[in-house]
């Protein structure tokens, strides 16, 4: 069965980088886009961007340009998001989601990132 | 680019239907037909519920459609049940491999 684990919480001081893991299982990790949503307390999710295990080729969303880093390591089927510059609104659950063709069939189970000082 | 336009709360009796609205540009929802929608529970991840705009995955109950007019995709719930109850997100393709999500309705069971 398709599985998606991923890191446990962080706490960063702001200004400091954070990086999520997103272990996948069950199916052919190279076949399927990895993307990354987040979600601040309360609030709407948000679409950060993608990256093809494959070619290690990647897609950010406009906001996180310059900011974000996506990579992956095919030997041990593991997508990473990589956030820099940490500030408090960076607060949030990060989540990593199987890309089916634009939409997303399976989450991981969220890591909450805490940004304070 | 913008987060599509929702309703931030909805809310019906058991039994009765329901429809989310998800309104976006002639760039994104208006563009393409690759409307997706997800149901959130609290503290949970997201479920997909319907994808290309009215397609249904395996195992989401038929008493969730979706359709699209224009700009504006929707999200219908049949003989709304205490279960529905949750936040409920629509997502669409924007172009040069983006995607945007809108800003959320939150379904409440009367």
């Known amino acids: 069965q398709v599985q998606l684990v991923q890191s446990g919480a962080e706490v960063k001081k702001p200004g400091a980088s954070v990086k999520v893991s997103c272990k996948a299982s069950?199916?052919?990790?190279?076949?399927?886009?990895m993307n990354w949503v987040r979600q601040a307390p309360g609030q709407g999710l948000e679409w950060m961007g993608w990256?093809?295990?494959?070619?290690?080729?990647?897609q950010y969303a406009q906001k996180f340009q310059g900011r974000v880093t996506m990579t992956r390591d095919m030997s041990i089927t593991t997508a990473y998001m990589e956030l820099s510059s940490l500030r408090s609104d960076d607060t949030a659950v990060y989540y990593c989601?199987?890309?089916?063709?634009?939409?997303?069939?399976?989450w991981g189970q969220g890591t909450l990132v805490t940004v304070s000082s | 680019q913008s987060a599509l336009t929702q309703p931030a709360s909805v809310s019906e009796s058991p039994g009765q239907s329901i429809t989310i609205s998800c309104t976006g540009t002639?760039?994104?929802?208006?563009?393409?037909?690759?409307v997706s929608w997800y149901q959130q529970h609290p503290g949970k991840a997201p479920k997909l519920m319907i994808y290309?705009?009215?397609k249904r995955p395996s195992g989401v109950s038929n008493r969730f459609s979706g359709s699209k007019s224009g700009n504006t995709a929707s999200l219908t719930i049949s003989g709304v049940q205490a279960e529905d109850e949750a936040d409920y997100y629509c997502?669409?393709?924007?172009?040069?491999?983006?995607?945007?999500f809108g800003g959320g309705t939150k379904l409440t069971v009367l």
């Open positions: 290309d705009v009215r």
């Open positions: 997502c669409s393709y924007a172009g040069s491999g983006t995607l945007v």
């Open positions: 990256i093809n295990p494959n070619s290690g080729g990647t």
């Open positions: 002639s760039s994104d929802v208006g563009s393409y037909n690759l």
């Open positions: 069950g199916y052919t990790f190279s076949g399927y886009y």
């Open positions: 989601a199987r890309d089916m063709g634009n939409y997303f069939d399976f």
